[in-house]
Nanobody, 125 residues
Framework: QVQLVESGGGLVQAGGSLRLSCAAS????????MGWFRQAPGKEREFAAS???????????YYADSVKGRFTISRDNAKNTVYLQMNNLKSEDTAIYYC???????????????WGKGTQVTVSS
């Protein structure tokens, strides 16, 4: 079992930045791929970014086209934490952001077994 708690959300003006954190408790954080998803009002939960488990060759990251070049996902296994640095925020980034842990890195919700409760990000234009 892995418990996930997101933090760092808030209200920011368009063009601004936020860094989300997701603290994981439980066993074997480093063995999980981690993902960030988001859900805007009235819309389906969608993929934002993911990062593979760490290996001798490093990590692999994936991004949705809508956030590529603006968002950066990273992980600190010593702190059991995954981050999402969000720059040049736009009003369409407004959503609840969820952290997820799974056995394989990917963009589909079904690939993730454990979910946090989310943190609200609101971007004002």
């Amino acid at each position: 079992q892995v418990q996930l708690v997101e933090s760092g959300g808030g209200l920011v003006q368009a063009g601004g930045s936020l860094r989300l954190s997701c603290a994981a408790s439980g066993r074997s954080f480093s063995s999980y791929a981690m993902g960030w998803f988001r859900q805007a009002p009235g819309k389906e939960r969608e993929f934002a970014a993911s990062i593979s488990r760490s290996s001798w060759s490093g990590v692999i990251t994936y991004y949705a086209d809508s956030v590529k070049g603006r968002f950066t996902i990273s992980r600190d296994n010593a702190k059991n934490t995954v981050y999402l640095q969000m720059n040049n925020l736009k009003s369409e980034d407004t959503a609840i952001y969820y952290c997820a842990a799974g056995r394989s890195v990917g963009w589909r919700k079904e690939e993730y077994d454990f979910w946090g409760k989310g943190t609200q990000v609101t971007v004002s234009s």
